[in-house]
């Protein structure tokens, strides 16, 4: 069955220090793997996703990801965080054999302390 | 470009009426529409997912009679949530993914029903 798991429910950081945010998927097909972020009652925000091609991606607000297909993983990473980050990101996997519908992780939820 | 916006952004409703959202590619003509849920603190779940001109394909365990989904014209998608109850009371969000191989979707802003 396709499955995307993000592991950690809650994660707390320090302002200024490094984050990064675990991502795993189980997939048949060639996944497309995207990260968004959503603020309190708001929609969400794309901040990158990986087709194909260089496994390293940029994204906005200084946000990167690597895809590691050996490993099923697609993990998010900022060296940097700012109290503004904090937020709710979601993994999602979308598959051609799915019609490219997502499939979201239950979500990370990122605080940022002074 | 590739703008998608969703129609109304809150609505109250009481229960046992109907409630229509609606989601517009603005910019773009969308051939699949996906329609998803997402309860408090809690992810974003796929109902159904629409193709113009055909009938919906509804997840298993989403009732397509309370949710009637319509996609009469490559720009627009109708959600309408029959006969609300207060359990039905979620954030519904859309995505319109474009005509031909283009992978990514765009989601709308999203639409918070509250059923009272």
């Known amino acids: 069955a396709q499955s995307v798991t993000q592991p950690d429910i809650h994660i707390t950081v320090s302002e200024g220090a490094s984050l990064e945010l675990r991502c795993n998927y189980s997939?048949?097909?060639?996944?497309?793997l995207f990260w968004y972020v959503q603020s309190p009652g708001q929609g969400l925000q794309l901040l990158l996703k990986?087709?194909?091609?260089?496994?390293l991606v940029q994204g906005i607000k200084g946000f990167e990801a690597e895809f590691k297909r050996s490993q099923s993983s697609f993990n998010l990473r900022k060296p940097s965080v700012h109290w503004s980050d904090a937020a709710e990101y979601f993994c999602?996997?979308?598959?051609?054999?799915?019609?490219?519908?997502?499939?979201f992780g239950k979500g990370t939820s990122l605080l940022v302390t002074p | 470009g590739a703008v998608v916006s969703q129609h109304p952004s809150r609505v109250i409703c009481k229960s046992g009426t109907s409630v229509k959202i609606e989601c517009r590619s603005l910019?773009?003509?969308?051939?699949?529409m996906f329609w998803y849920r997402q309860f408090p603190k809690q992810s974003l779940m796929l109902m159904a997912t629409?193709?113009?001109?055909?009938?919906?394909?509804?997840e298993q365990g989403v009732e397509k009679d309370k949710f009637l989904i319509n996609h009469a014209s490559l720009t627009l998608s109708t959600l309408t949530v029959t006969s609300a109850h207060p359990e039905d009371s979620s954030f519904y969000i859309c995505?319109?993914?474009?005509?031909?191989?283009?992978?990514?979707?765009?989601f709308g802003q999203g639409t918070r029903l509250t059923v009272v």
């Open positions: 995505s319109a993914r474009f005509q031909g191989p283009r992978i990514e979707a765009f």
């Open positions: 997939y048949g097909a060639t996944p497309y």
């Open positions: 990986y087709f194909s091609g260089d496994t």
């Open positions: 999602a996997v979308g598959a051609v054999n799915s019609g490219y519908a997502l499939n």
């Open positions: 910019d773009f003509q969308a051939t699949t």
């Open positions: 629409s193709n113009e001109g055909s009938k919906a394909t509804y």
